[in-house]
């Protein structure tokens, strides 16, 4: 089994920041595994935002490009969403996940942004 944590959600202003991180725990070498960040908003499918390979590739929704930044330290078994410059449109509920033999996913935390 593998464990997905997410936290650092919050409410902020248009405009603002959040880092979001995700630990992860369980049966997987986390260093061999790409972890991936979703966004779901209220009514609406879940949505790609950001992932990262276990050789630091990363890639982005156009939506977020130049706004947020995903980062990995192996060491903490933690990934990071940086989120700058969030918009409302940003608001949803975010969710890490990674394919190890299955899909896995954290209960999600939530992010709203205010106009």
């Known amino acids: 089994q593998v464990q997905l944590v997410e936290s650092g959600g919050g409410l902020v202003q248009a405009g603002g920041s959040l880092q979001l991180s995700c630990t992860v725990s369980g049966i997987i070498i986390l260093r061999s595994a790409a972890i991936t960040w979703y966004r779901q908003a209220p009514g609406e499918q879940r949505d790609f935002v950001a992932r990262i390979t276990y050789q630091f590739i990363t890639n982005y929704t156009d939506s977020v490009k130049g706004r947020f930044t995903i980062s990995r330290d192996n060491a903490k078994n933690t990934v990071y969403l940086q989120m700058n410059n969030l918009m409302p449109e940003d608001t949803g509920v975010y969710y890490c996940?990674?394919?190890?033999?299955?899909?896995?996913w954290g209960q999600g935390t939530q992010v709203t942004v205010s106009s």
């Open positions: 996940g990674t394919y190890w033999y299955q899909q896995y």
